[in-house]
């Protein structure tokens, strides 16, 4: 269960630093939720790299366990649409994703084991709830039209000033609700909650954000030892 929702928790946040173009379809103030995304479009423009810290915690409510993991994500946008994303989780086991253009890695030391698949396959495969977060053709802006989109509240994360925006998938599937909470400094989203249909939820964050560092391609790149088990099917 943790390798699904760290693939699909990949997929979505990389949905949501590609600047992908949802349409307003949200009361009240559509002025204001099309000036937010504007805004969120034109930040992505400006952006070359981005390196953060990740803390995401899985909640599962019918047992009242909740699971934090630790980590450090970057991440490079491709004008093409193609950008690359990797996630090395640190604490409590090692765990590391990476997306380049169409290829996607998951490595998990712990079992010997890695994933190597397309992008296309891995937003498909058995995260079949979570593939309408991803263009399967590399282009974020064909899933244009697959969510209902709402302006919340502002509210402070962390100490900055963010807007809470609210998002229902219209196809449904495994999750009914994405928040997003968008920083007023970079308009780029600090923090995700994904709400599943069985009532379970994962927020991450990004804390210590570093805009437009020197991030050389290959660190994108998993470097895996001789002898890991290397599948191609989630």
């Known amino acids: ?121 891995a937003a498909k495969g058995r995260v079949s709830g979570f593939s309408q977060l991803i263009g399967l053709d590399g282009s974020l802006k064909a899933q244009a039209g697959n969510y209902h989109i709402e302006f919340v509240k502002e509210e402070m994360v962390n100490g900055e000033k963010t807007t809470q925006l609210h998002l229902v998938p219209k196809n449904g599937g495994a999750i009914v609700s994405i928040d997003l909470w968008v920083s007023h400094s970079t308009w780029l989203p600090v923090k995700h909650k994904f709400v599943e249909q069985n009532g379970d939820y994962t927020i991450v964050q990004f804390t210590n954000l570093e805009l437009n560092a020197k991030i050389a391609d290959g660190a994108f790149n998993v470097a895996v030892p001789k002898g890991t088990v290397v599948v191609d099917k989630i």
């Open 1 to 121: 269960m943790r390798k699904l929702i760290t693939i699909a928790l990949a997929l979505g946040i990389f949905v949501s630093l590609s600047g992908a173009h949802w349409p307003v379809e949200g009361t009240p103030s559509p002025q204001l939720l099309s000036s937010i995304l504007n805004k969120m479009e034109l930040a992505h423009r400006n952006l070359k790299s981005l390196r953060t810290t990740i803390i995401q915690q899985k909640t599962n409510v019918q047992i009242g366990i909740t699971d934090t993991d630790y980590g450090t994500l970057i991440y490079k946008p491709d004008a093409k649409g193609k950008g690359r994303l990797r996630i090395d989780y640190t604490r409590p086991d090692v765990r590391i994703v990476s997306i380049v253009g169409d290829k996607f890695t998951f490595y998990q030391p712990r079992i010997n084991q890695v994933i190597k698949t397309t992008l296309a396959q």
